[in-house]
Each structure stands twice: as structure tokens, then as C-alpha cells.
């Protein structure tokens, strides 16, 4: 489906043209408030001319998400309702069968995993991560190993790898709980297609991880039509929901599952995974947010602001900015890259990239070598000019 053909159809969805419509996003300063915490505490806020990190607290939540947390905090509510009722809106508003909120996608993906392992099973629920006997596994293509396979690894499997569809077919036996799909990967050495397929042909559960793969918002709605049986991603990277929250989402069975093995049940292997109600109200609104957004028009003003930074660096003599859009499909969205003639300002990017960090207020740009990169999709309105004019003055000194 095209981008504008998406776009269209949301249209006719019941919660199209609600919230987001009265309360314009990416306010110059969300929050207003005689509190000055970073102050009390001594923690300097950051500036960040990157992209969604969680180190770097992930992403900064509209204006309707806060309300959203707001709103509902003074109120106790039960939690298994809240889970089933958000999750339920969110499976509508993605057209999948069933949906979940978690504590981020390396939850969704423990919970996946346990639920593929577990079903409905209240002893082997309880029993996780160790069940007795042989492991289960789960199949992995080689080229997808990641740091977060770890969220699979941790609910009591081993990860198997394999290389190309016919080692996937021969590696399924009767331990196989599910295949284990990255999207960003460099290279699949077994397609999408193929791996739906071959988890399909043999009953084999198969999970994609999409956790930093919007934009484009199509891909919200891409891996259900492909057939997965369950999907992540992360609530707060640009979809911008509260960074401790994810989407998990795919066959009801499996999802249902899953929340067995999530809190507010006191013992499985998610009770250490919580998430609140204010999360799931954030959570929930910040999806109908994102996917009601203008997303052409946002688009757009990314470049904008690439534009700007790159026509306020150029003013100094043997400085050139060109704009980048990442081919994703994690951070797919345009930066502004900076590249100097050395004879002219002597400094490193590595230099750069300290003097930005180590100033006030600090900046954390990226690149290396001999690319200095601007994010410009994490700044707030107001910082597009600060930024551009602090690079202006750090490449200035020479
Ligand atoms: C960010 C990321 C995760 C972890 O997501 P959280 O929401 O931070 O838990 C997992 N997988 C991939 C590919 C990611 O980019």
C-alpha cells in the first residue's frame, strides 16, 4: 500500500481526526513547569542530533501522551482490564487479531518467546525459564544475530543458527518453538516470504522484530499481511510513546499467551517486565497519534530543518552539508551530513562530536570519520537554529 493510499484509509477509522488534530505536536516546549528536576539534581539535558537511543532516554513524548499519563494517574483501574481494552483498540487501529503493551520490544520479544513456548500451560508458565528436559529453540538465520537475542534467549531457549531456507527446514524438530525474524538485518540469507513459509509448512510460530522500522507507518500494518505470527516494535522511538513501552502484537492465541505470562500475574517470567496503566494509556494514544499524523508533512519539515542547519554551516568557507535519508529500514528518515576541507578547518569529526558533547547545553550529534551527521528528527523546534549555529561556531575555531 502506498503512503498516501494508508494515509487515506486511516481516514475512515472512528478515532480519525480526534486528538492529535487539537493539540498540534512538536510544541516548542511541551512542558511548562516551576519544577526544575535537572536542575535539583544536577543531570544536564540533552540535545539529541542523533537518533532514538535508550541510553539517551529514547524519545520525547507528545503533548497527548503526557495528558494521556495525566489524566488517568489519579484513578486505580484493573490492570487486566486495562491490558485487554487497550489492547484490543490497538489490534483494531493495526488491523491484526491481537495486540499488547509491554515494557519495550525487548519485552515483547521474552514474552513471545514464553509465549510460544508456554501456551496456556499454567505449570509451564510457572516453570520458565527452566523447564525440565531438553531446551526448546528457536530458529535464528545466521546473519540476524543481535544484541537483543538475548530477550529471547533469557525465557529458557537455545538459539539456533541457520543459514538459507533449506538448513531452516532441516534444523525445525520437535524442541522448535519458533523462528525469530530480524527486519534491519543486512542480510537475509532467508527471505521474509520464505521464513513465513517454512514456519507455516512445519507449525512453527515465526516473530518479526521491527523495533526502530517506523517511519514509513506503513510498516505497522506489513508484517501481519506477510504473515507473521507475531510482531514488535518499540513505543518509544518514533512512534514517541513512553520509552518503557512496546507493541506486541500478532495471533490472538499467542497473545493471549503472552499476557499470561505477564504482569499483573505475580510469578511468570514477565512479572519482572510491568507495565502501568499510564504506559498503556500513553502508549495507546501516542499509536492513534502517530498513525493519524500528517506523516507527508512531517516528512517534509525534517527537511526543512536538514536545510536550514545545512545553509547556516555553509556560510563558512569549505563546508558542505548534504542531506541523507536513510534507507532503513531502522531510522529511516533524513539527516544532514557535514563534511569540511581539512586544509581550511583542521578539527576531527571525533572533535566535533566532544566539543558538542562537552558544552551547554550538551549536544550529542554522530558520524565518524570523515562524516559529521546531524539528526534532526529528535530536536524540538527550538533547537534546530541552536544547533546549527553551535556546529557554525565549533568549525569557526578552527
Ligand atoms: C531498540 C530495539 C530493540 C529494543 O527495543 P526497546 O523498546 O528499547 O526494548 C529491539 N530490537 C531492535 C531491532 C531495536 O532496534
Known amino acids: 500500500m502506498k503512503r498516501r493510499e494508508v494515509i487515506k484509509s486511516l481516514s475512515v477509522l472512528p478515532f480519525a481526526g480526534s486528538m492529535a488534530n487539537q493539540i498540534p505536536f512538536n510544541h516548542k516546549k511541551t512542558y511548562s513547569s516551576k519544577l526544575d528536576l ?47 481494552k487497550v ?108 521464513f513465513v513459509e517454512i514456519g507455516k509448512a512445519n507449525k512453527i510460530p515465526v516473530f518479526i522484530d521491527a523495533a526502530a522500522d517506523v517511519p514509513p507507518v506503513e ?79 512531517e516528512w517534509n519539515e525534517w527537511l526543512g530543518r536538514a536545510e536550514r542547519i545545512k545553509s547556516i554551516l555553509e556560510k563558512l568557507p569549505g563546508v558542505q552539508g548534504s542531506i541523507r535519508v536513510s534507507p532503513g529500514p531502522a531510522n529511516a528518515f533524513p539527516s544532514l551530513r557535514v563534511n569540511w576541507e581539512r586544509d581550511k578547518i583542521s578539527k576531527t569529526v571525533t572533535d566535533v562530536l566532544t566539543e558538542l558533547e562537552n558544552g551547554n547545553p550538551k549536544i550529542v550529534a554522530g558520524g565518524r570519520e570523515p562524516n559529521l551527521n546531524i539528526g534532526v528528527v529528535l530536536l524540538r523546534p527550538d533547537q534546530v537554529d541552536l544547533v546549527a549555529n553551535r556546529v557554525k561556531d565549533i568549525l569557526q575555531m578552527g
Open 87 to 194: 489492547g484490543a483498540k490497538i489490534a483494531e487501529m493495526l488491523r491484526v487479531e491481537a495486540a499488547m503493551v509491554t515494557s519495550g520490544a525487548a519485552c515483547a520479544l521474552t514474552l513471545g518467546t514464553a509465549a510460544c513456548i508456554t501456551g496456556s500451560d499454567a505449570e509451564k508458565i510457572k516453570q520458565l525459564p527452566n523447564l525440565p528436559g531438553e531446551m526448546p529453540e528457536v530458529i535464528i538465520q545466521k546473519s540476524h544475530r543481535y544484541p537483543f537475542d538475548q530477550a529471547v534467549a533469557c525465557a529458557g531457549v537455545k538459539l539456533i543458527e541457520v543459514e538459507g531456507p533449506d538448513d531452516m527446514q532441516k534444523a525445525i524438530n520437535e524442541r522448535t518453538v519458533m523462528g525469530l525474524f530480524l527486519n534491519c538485518a543486512n542480510e537475509h540469507s532467508i527471505s521474509h516470504e520464505q
Open 38 to 84: 535537572f536542575a535539583e539534581l544536577g543531570i544536564s539535558p540533552v540535545i539529541n542530533a542523533n537518533v532514538t537511543m535508550t541510553f539517551l532516554s529514547g524519545s520525547l513524548m507528545q503533548p497527548e501522551v503526557l495528558e494521556a499519563i495525566q489524566s488517568t494517574s489519579q484513578d486505580f483501574a484493573n490492570m487486566f482490564e486495562v491490558q485487554d
Open 219 to 297: 510498516n505497522l500494518f506489513k508484517f501481519q499481511k506477510m504473515g507473521f505470527d507475531l510482531i514488535t516494535f518499540s513505543g518509544g522511538k518514533m512512534i514517541r510513546g513512553p520509552q518503557s513501552a512496546g507493541l506486541l502484537f500478532g495471533r490472538k492465541d499467542l497473545i493471549e499467551a503472552a499476557k499470561l505470562n505477564h504482569s499483573p500475574h505475580e510469578s511468570p517470567i514477565g512479572r519482572a517486565m510491568k507495565v502501568n496503566k499510564e504506559e498503556m494509556f500513553g502508549m495507546y494514544v501516542a499509536l492513534k497519534s502517530y498513525l493519524e499524523r500528517d506523516h507527508e508533512k
